[in-house]
């Protein structure tokens, strides 16, 4: 397709995604719409792109707080070239799924840097378990904490407590570092709403958005375009 035209076509679907009537037409308008009506498989790309773009931006306005790990909650390489954050919920189980992919892209790419961001939104449980992995995370005890709690079954509060015994976390210092934790949460919570996401898991890298379970192929792949950028 023309430049001109795939601008027309990314301006169009912007309109269309913001609930707005596509009246006015720039120069070569009539073109577009012929276009437009012979090809409409073009409006999703146009509106993907469009997509992509802004959360390109969101990304960039708010990268000190997507990847600037809480504590020791990181993996890999702490001075990567690439960060790959991941933004997830104890009681996802697709969360719990994407551990063996996270696992594995760490082995297999020594300048990959992974951040863990707490995005506590299925159930109650969640923010409790949410509050205790950030604590564990200001002990250096996320990673310990993290598997045990993952492979501990259902989240519960005796499961969260059975984990904190298990990584060895000093719960006493709960309530007096619960402002912090409760701030962290806050704050995580704000920026997902920024970066549009709806659901965990969901993963930040370069200037991309990512979300659900994906394959180590998509996961490494996107890492790619993020280290070809840089």
Avoid at 97 to 121: T, Y
Avoid at 124 to 148: C, N, V
Wanted: glycine share 10%; aromatic share 6%.
């Amino acid at each position: 397709m023309k430049t001109w035209m795939l601008g027309a076509v990314a301006i169009a679907g912007g309109l269309v995604g913001a609930g707005l009537a596509w009246t006015a037409r720039p120069a070569g308008g009539d073109e577009v719409r012929t276009y437009l009506l012979a090809h409409p498989e073009v409006i999703p790309e146009a509106m993907q792109k469009l997509q992509e773009r802004e959360a390109g931006r969101s990304v960039a306005a708010n990268r000190a707080a997507i990847e600037r790990p809480f504590g020791n909650a990181v993996a890999g390489n702490p001075n990567g070239d690439v960060t790959l954050v991941e933004y997830y919920d104890y009681n996802c189980g697709y969360c719990r799924a994407s551990l063996p992919a996270i696992r594995q892209l760490v082995a297999a790419d020594p300048r990959l840097r992974v951040v863990f961001r707490e995005l506590p939104i299925l159930a109650p449980t969640s923010r409790d378990a949410a509050r205790m992995s950030l604590l564990a995370a200001t002990q250096g005890k996320f990673a310990a904490f993290h598997d045990a709690l993952y492979g501990g079954g259902r989240v519960s509060a005796d499961s969260i407590a059975a984990a904190a015994r298990t990584a060895g976390v000093d719960t006493s210092r709960l309530p007096a570092l619960a402002p912090r934790l409760d701030a962290e949460i806050a704050a995580n919570l704000e920026t997902a709403g920024k970066l549009g996401l709806t659901g965990t898991p969901s993963w930040v890298v370069g200037d991309r958005v990512l979300s659900g379970a994906l394959p180590v192929a998509e996961l490494e792949k996107a890492i790619a375009t993020a280290r070809a950028g840089a």
